[in-house]
């Protein structure tokens, strides 16, 4: 028994390793989204600097959970979303549960609607999200943008604002997002949106409240008008959850 003894510190030593191996090192081998900077701590608990183009940064912190899962959190401003990630392969990222709140503030929306900045909260309860290194996306859920308005040129409330996921087709490449206002509001929103890890791509139609003629012709300035009233906004660009 003796002999053996000076086995013990040998036995440890990939335990020890394990424990203490630099988060800086293996994160980015993972298939995480892009531009994770100032990484800290150990692949089980520790921190980055997310700091993705089009967005204001958030800091993400994790700790592992046991077996191949994690729990995470992002946080910046009135943002904080939290949720848990497991490790599924090399090339998918999977997100079994994600909540929270995203502040549409983090968010740099200059470029969707040039004269009328989007403001309010996301609020986010989504399920089985799958992000695949070929760029596909997979998720269950729904999203409420609260207090939701539009300031600039354009200064309107829209009221809140469901967001929710469309999975009848089974496409696992891409997810279908069906828009529609909850609430009454100087404008009403519907439409749709087809989004994956790489871009998205909306078709949004919005009507001013009965009488608002005069934000009926604001909105114009946005998009294209239609015969009956409404206005059409077609948006694409990136998503920023991984590189195109």
Do not use: C
């Amino acid at each position: 028994m003796v002999k053996r003894i000076w086995l013990l510190p040998v036995l440890l030593i990939p335990v020890l390793i394990a424990a203490t191996f630099p988060a800086a090192v293996v994160v980015p081998r993972l298939d995480l989204p892009p531009n994770l900077a100032r990484i800290a701590g150990t692949v089980w608990s520790g921190s980055a600097h997310w700091q993705q183009a089009g967005w204001q940064p958030l800091d993400v912190r994790w700790r592992w959970q046991g077996g191949r899962e994690w729990h995470w959190e992002a946080s910046g401003g009135q943002t904080l979303l939290q949720g848990r990630w497991l490790l599924a392969s090399s090339r998918s990222s999977s997100l079994p549960a994600v909540s929270g709140q995203l502040e549409l503030d983090r968010l740099d929306l200059a470029h969707w609607l040039a004269i009328a900045r989007p403001v309010g909260v996301l609020e986010m309860n989504l399920s089985d999200v799958v992000l695949t290194g070929s760029g596909g996306l997979q998720a269950q859920g729904q999203i409420v943008w609260r207090a939701a308005e539009l300031r600039g040129a354009i200064q309107e409330t829209l009221g809140d604002i469901e967001i929710l996921i469309d999975d009848e087709e089974g496409n696992a490449e891409e997810i279908n997002l069906t828009v529609r206002s909850l609430s009454p509001a100087s404008i009403q929103v519907r439409g749709s949106i087809v989004l994956n890890a790489v871009r998205y791509d909306a078709d949004l139609w919005l009507r001013a409240a009965p009488g608002r003629t005069d934000l009926t012709s604001s909105l114009a300035a946005i998009g294209e008008l239609q015969p009956d009233g409404q206005v059409r906004l077609q948006l694409g660009g990136s998503t920023g959850l991984q590189d195109g």
